[in-house]
């Protein structure tokens, strides 16, 4: 079992800054590609960014140059940074991960999702 827990999210003005996390847990071989994803009412969830396992990151055009994707591979961690927050920024954010699980399987798993507010 795996689990992928969010904290970090909430309400901040446009401009601010807010900082993702997302931590996985349980039967873990290896973490491979981990990112974030978000859905605002009405829309089809979206890639924000993504941090392949030693290779370059990848940012959705609308976020280049305000978040910043990072990883903590000794605590299983994928951060979101997000500066210069924009109203349109406003959604729930999923954190994803594709994993190899102790029992040799591939899987992809979702967090629960963290609202991100950015008022005007």
């Known amino acids: 079992q795996v689990q992928l827990v969010e904290s970090g999210g909430g309400l901040v003005q446009a401009g601010g800054s807010l900082r993702l996390s997302c931590a996985a847990s349980?039967?873990?071989?290896?973490?491979?590609?981990m990112g974030w994803y978000r859905q605002a009412p009405g829309n089809q969830r979206e890639l924000v960014a993504q941090?392949?396992?030693?290779?370059?990151?990848k940012y959705a055009d609308s976020v280049k140059g305000r978040f910043t994707i990072s990883r903590d591979n000794a605590k299983n961690t994928v951060y979101l940074q997000m500066n210069s927050l924009k109203p349109e920024d406003t959604a729930v954010y999923y954190c994803?991960?594709?994993?190899?699980?102790?029992?040799?399987?591939?899987?992809?798993?979702w967090g629960q999702g963290t609202q991100v507010t950015v008022s005007s």
């Open positions: 994803n991960a594709e994993l190899v699980t102790t029992a040799q399987r591939l899987l992809e798993y």
């Open positions: 941090v392949p396992s030693g290779s370059s990151t």
């Open positions: 349980g039967s873990i071989f290896s973490l491979n590609t």
